[in-house]
């Protein structure tokens, strides 16, 4: 008898453990695993701690390819993403802003760090070595290239592609938005995602 009392608190709690996944937190929306876009990959963050696509579970992720000597369209859309969590309140903290470096040659894990300080504080900065970069942006889809003026060889500037994705509590692609997303389509679409019903 005695050890039935075990085994059945044993099976309480190993009832229990997928309980977790229902608070505040979770991804109400799931991702679809089957479309190639994420997955895994390990960077930098300005602390100089690794951050990999396991490290980021738990909250739907707001990711962003840029660089920070982009001249307009980076620091636009940063601070769209950072009026849509601001708009939001509490429910910001549902979501993990996250802003990968396509430009590792100058956007050391310093310079991103101190690049964001502009945006929205909940934001993750993110840098590596090119092979560590290019195998995030690969996992993402997300093109880019380094445009090298003739007569100005040290002031290159990168071309990229601007899309915001979304991703599930796991990493997993639920949608993007286009370049150029203003911060009340991302509100939108944030809201959507707490709130799936009303969409």
């Given at each position: 008898?005695?050890?039935?009392?075990?085994?059945?608190?044993?099976?309480?709690?190993?009832?229990?453990?997928?309980?977790?996944?229902?608070?505040?937190?979770?991804?109400?929306?799931?991702?679809?695993?089957?479309?190639?876009?994420?997955?895994?990959?390990?960077?930098?963050?300005?602390?100089?701690?690794?951050?990999?696509?396991?490290?980021?579970?738990?909250?739907?992720?707001?990711?962003?390819?840029?660089?920070?000597?982009?001249?307009?369209?980076?620091?636009?859309?940063?601070?769209?993403?950072?009026?849509?969590?601001?708009?939001?309140?509490?429910?910001?903290?549902?979501?993990?802003?996250?802003?990968?470096?396509?430009?590792?040659?100058?956007?050391?894990?310093?310079?991103?760090g101190k690049y964001?300080?502009?945006?929205?504080?909940?934001?993750?900065?993110?840098?590596?070595?090119?092979?560590?970069?290019?195998?995030?942006?690969?996992?993402?889809?997300?093109?880019?290239?380094?445009?090298?003026?003739?007569?100005?060889?040290?002031?290159?500037?990168?071309?990229?592609?601007?899309?915001?994705?979304l991703m599930d509590?796991?990493?997993?692609?639920?949608?993007?938005?286009?370049?150029?997303?203003?911060?009340?389509?991302?509100?939108?679409?944030?809201r959507d995602l707490?709130?799936?019903?009303?969409?």
């Open positions: 008898m005695r050890l039935l009392i075990p085994i059945a608190l044993a099976l309480l709690l190993a009832g229990a453990v997928p309980l977790s996944g229902c608070g505040e937190t979770a991804c109400k929306v799931k991702g679809d695993a089957a479309v190639p876009i994420g997955g895994a990959f390990e960077l930098t963050d300005p602390s100089g701690k690794a951050v990999t696509n396991e490290t980021l579970k738990g909250k739907y992720r707001i990711v962003y390819f840029g660089f920070t000597f982009c001249p307009d369209i980076c620091p636009t859309e940063l601070q769209n993403i950072s009026g849509a969590l601001d708009t939001l309140g509490k429910d910001a903290d549902r979501f993990t802003p996250v802003f990968i470096t396509i430009d590792p040659e100058r956007d050391t894990p310093d310079v991103v964001l300080t502009s945006f929205h504080p909940s934001f993750i900065g993110l840098s590596g070595s090119a092979e560590q970069v290019a195998k995030a942006a690969g996992a993402y889809r997300v093109y880019y290239a380094r445009e090298v003026p003739a007569d100005a060889p040290d002031a290159y500037t990168m071309n990229h592609s601007g899309y915001v994705y509590c796991e990493g997993r692609y639920i949608r993007h938005l286009d370049p150029n997303s203003s911060s009340a389509v991302i509100e939108k679409a944030l707490l709130d799936p019903g009303s969409a």
